[in-house]
């Protein structure tokens, strides 16, 4: 089976940054850690399985070949080009996510 490469690009790290220290002021370091671990748990199956995820919603992204990996309440967008999975944004599916890119 081929391998892909994951890439998460930095303004997805910041945003993981962002979620992990909500849940962190919010709820505590456990939460924290635990949804965290869940959302980069998620995106390493995306190494194996890279269109398993649905085209994102947003008629622009989905024309663009974004797709949306949903892990919980929150959404990782990402796109696979050539061997390489890139991961642009992380957030609340109850965001207007699509703005991000704008």
């Known amino acids: 089976m081929n391998k892909f490469r994951l890439k998460i690009l930095l303004p997805a790290w910041q945003e993981l940054d962002e979620i992990a220290s909500y849940h962190f002021h919010v709820v505590g370091s456990a939460s924290a850690r635990k949804i965290t671990d869940k959302i980069l748990d998620a995106l390493s199956r995306l190494e194996d399985f890279p269109l398993s995820c649905p085209y994102a919603p947003d008629a622009e992204l989905r024309d663009a070949d974004y797709r ?10 990402y796109r696979l080009i050539g061997e390489v999975v ?11 996510y699509s703005q991000l890119f704008k």
Do not use: F, P, T
Request: aromatic residues 14%.
């Open 86 to 96: 890139y991961v642009y944004h992380i957030a609340n599916g109850a965001s207007k």
């Open 68 to 77: 949306m990996l949903v892990c919980g309440q929150y959404v990782c967008l």
